[in-house]
């Protein structure tokens, strides 16, 4: 192993990298874009949904359920209409998530004590959002119940108080429930995807299309020099694009960040060899810069996107996906970052997912290391 030649290809990789304007743009603007991107782009908190409503009760007793709903932060009542159609018409065109109808007899059912429905009719094109606007709608229906409960039992001379049950709730570890915290710290796997085996993966493929693949196999250089020479520059760059995303993540969207500094950057710069291994390895076997890019977007990017738990919760998938995640190194890189950021969850706490990442590491850097050969064939 000789430093001058192995200095040798890594300079010659970074002019190749600073000569590639497309790959200039990957290394420096993609990474902070992505954070930005999802950071307001990808938004799961459901405030203010748009609420239209059919009152025929008209009554005191309606108007007091239909505040409850605009007082609610989730409900954002923007329009009264006369008739169902209307109604039909807001959730067919879009302008409301749902729409309440109470009854003409409202009123009177409370005041004779009888059951009164409510009706809510529910756009489900979403049906996360739907389910979510069901409950919230029954929640605030379930707090206007029992007040007029109450009030009907003192109307009536019963004095006494039913007895209650209720929950209290604390949330930990994002207490306000903001999807950006749920979200941004999850794009760093994305961004290290992109970084490290899309741009990896165009190395070797590129020297054989070009035709200076030759060249490079008549030097003294070894195969070991000419892999390490070829990844390190990308290694460096990716691990700056790391502590600028943790920093915008941390600074810009206010993501909490609890945990070590020191363990991120050492589960980062492991994930980081994971990927640059696949991808040099992907470039050895593709020798063709188009395959061998859709290839690493197809076996880093996507899972790394649908399968590691970054926006979709692995408990909530089919089993036999869930076996599949145990597979994919950005499984595990994603919990240790979303532990880190957000529980604060000491080092030794970490070992279940930094014993797999590391032995990614090992398995995937002698899979590289073994499937390049300098030779032409």
């Known amino acids: 192993m000789s430093l001058t030649r192995f200095l040798a290809v890594a300079r010659k990789e970074v002019i190749q990298i600073l000569r590639d304007s497309r790959s200039l743009i990957i290394v420096v603007i993609m990474p902070v874009i992505l954070v930005l991107l999802f950071g307001y782009g990808v938004n799961l908190d459901l405030k203010g949904l748009p609420v239209y409503v059919y009152d025929r009760d008209g009554s005191q007793q309606s108007q007091d359920l239909l505040k409850r709903f605009q007082a609610s932060e989730y409900f954002d009542v923007v329009r009264v209409v006369n008739d169902y159609s209307a109604l039909a018409r807001s959730l067919d065109d ?162 909490p960040f609890r945990g070590s500094f020191l363990t991120l950057l050492v589960s980062s710069a492991m994930f980081m060899v994971v990927v640059l291994s696949l991808g040099f390895f992907i470039s050895v076997i593709a020798k063709n810069q188009l395959a061998a890019s859709q290839i690493a977007l197809l076996v880093t990017f996507l899972p790394a996107f649908l399968l590691s738990g970054f926006l979709y919760a692995i408990e909530q998938m089919p089993i036999v996906l869930q076996w599949v995640t145990r597979i994919l190194p950005a499984r595990y890189y994603v919990s240790v970052l979303k532990k880190i950021f957000l529980k604060g969850t000491p080092t030794p706490l970490l070992y279940p997912d930094l014993i797999p990442l590391a032995v990614f590491t090992v398995v995937l850097a002698l899979l590289a290391t073994r499937a390049f050969h300098k030779r032409l064939v």
């Open 94 to 255: 879009g302008h409301a998530k749902m729409g309440i109808v109470v009854p003409w007899d409202f009123s009177q059912r409370l005041r004779d004590g009888r059951p009164a429905e409510v009706q809510a009719l529910v756009d489900g094109t979403d049906d996360n959002t739907a389910n979510v606007l069901i409950g919230y709608a029954q929640a605030v229906v379930q707090g206007y119940s029992s007040d007029v409960q109450l009030d009907w039992l003192r109307s009536h001379g019963q004095i006494a108080q039913p007895a209650s049950v209720s929950v209290e709730t604390r949330t930990w570890y994002n207490e306000n429930l903001e999807s950006s915290a749920f979200i941004v710290p999850g794009v760093l796997a994305l961004v290290m995807s992109v970084i490290g085996a899309f741009l990896t993966s165009l190395t070797i493929s590129r020297e054989w299309e070009r035709g200076t693949m030759e060249q490079l196999i008549s030097t003294p250089v070894t195969p070991a020099e000419i892999m390490l020479g070829k990844l390190v520059p990308y290694f460096v760059i990716g691990m700056f694009d790391v502590i600028v995303c943790a920093l915008i993540a941390i600074y810009w969207f206010q993501v």
